[in-house]
């Protein structure tokens, strides 16, 4: 006789009992043994202990709903912005720069879903392991319920069974908190989709107006002046904004706020050593005088690299404080360039400085009033002196010949030209493509000089690295210092040309159309039979080729 759980079954039941059939259906839960439910209640203990304590989930549920608060407050930042942007016929500019935010905040609300998703995964399964452990203590409950047992033994599985539902319980609601964050972020996700559709409908509709008459001639406008915002009200507004941009850059983000200010000032130590090791350098290098010029200005210098990459280490910096960057970037500019260019270039070179602030101010008045508007007006006419000023400069006195001066030149005619389109269009009332175009000329024209700043302090770092102890430890290094230091200047200023010419597509409003336009054609492919060719496959292969060579 078999003895299971204290019930004999006879030898002549066992022979009457029919083979067991393996077919597809489920198998049930299994009898604990009795013998076996102390070594079981504490294997299983261990488990429901973890599932009901749950510190790991909680402490991500909490993070989920930070991040979560965080961004819904972002997203009323980006709704507010963009309701008030969307009404500005001329502010394609800003509607891009909202469509690359909405474009980001999406991105965001994408990669949490997923990881509420690969929550909601794991608890789903935890409590179909709960529901296994509660199945094989129901059933051992159940098939024990006749038995003498101990009580200590009976005892055990109420208290196991007590653990289960403690653990189910936990874990079903924190299931339940994770779904709920997941329809909060779906909500989030769709209003965020649908703000992206609004800009893309706002910026094709003020492409379409670009070149319409949208206004009265200004002289019309001056003889019967509407009721506008006062100067004082519009320059407090701005003010505040300005303010409430930075505000929310800086609480948003306080701890990469502070591993940035410490990089800088790292930045700057280094900065000043080599400051002082490059007064030794000799002067018949021309990389290297110049080289020594910007490093003679180490806080210009570290100033303008720390203005630029707040847009890197900060994510989705609020429109008004980038306002603010571009604002303060005009003074590590000033400090650096001059040394630069031929003294007789410099008046002009300040000028251009005064002139962009105030473009910048005019951008930031209430849009179509009459301050506006003639603002806009004396911003071209200081332009066009400017330009004529340094064009006028640079025919008496022709500087030596160089390529960052020969482009800078012909890109003056270009800006010269845009100005005056741009002065008759704000005269005659078509006051959308006049802002269209003084602001992609100066914005131009500023990245020209941001950028060339930027590849003269690159280029002084590599020169400076190229001579620390550190680099001259390397017998490659000491014998080919020049023919890396040119290298090195020329993909620096690759890099930096590339880089002029997609801020320049952003200024006007054609990033995503361009850039979406030759990923087409670089991932279009070309079948041969079974094999596939594409133009950046292409590209990238000579690359490659040429990245060895070099």
Known sequence: ??????RSVSAQEQAETPPEVVDSQPVGPTVIGSSDISRQAQSDITLLTAFEARDDQLSAIQQFDDEIS??????????????RQIGDAQSMGRLETLRTQWTRVNGRWDALTARLRGRAEDLQTDLDTIAAIRDRWEVTRDSVAELALPEALQGRIGEMLQHVAAADSTTRGLLNTILTQEDRVSRLSVRSTEQLDTINTALGAARVRIVARDSRPI???LLHPPEDTPLLVQGQNLLQELWQ???EAVAEDDDPLIIHLLLTTLLFGWFVVQSIRSRGWSTEDEGMVVARLVLGRPLAAVLLLSLLAVRVTISDVPPRFVDLLILA??????????????????PALYGF??????????????????????SLMISNLLGLWTLWLAMRVGTKSPPEPS?????????GYVVGGLLTISLAGNIFGFTALAHFLLRGSYLAVYYVLLLIAMALILEAMWVALLRTPFALKSNAVRRHTRVLQRRGVRIVRVLAVVAWLGQLLDVFGVFVPVTTWLQGILTGKW????????LGGILAFFLTLWAAHI
């Open 1 to 6: 006789m078999v003895f299971v759980l204290g």
């Open 70 to 83: 965080a961004d819904a407050l972002l997203v009323d930042t980006l709704l507010l912005e963009t309701d």
């Open 219 to 221: 002289w019309s406008l």
């Open 245 to 247: 941009g930075a505000v």
């Open 329 to 346: 970037a005009v003074l590590p500019l000033s400090r650096l360039l001059p040394r630069m260019i031929p003294k007789l270039l410099r």
């Open 353 to 374: 400085f005064g002139v962009f602030l105030f473009a910048v101010f005019v951008q930031l008045l209430e849009p179509y009033s009459v301050i506006w508007r003639v």
């Open 403 to 411: 390529s960052w001066r020969m482009t800078f030149r012909k890109l």
């Open 527 to 534: 079948h041969f039979g079974e094999i596939g060719l594409s």
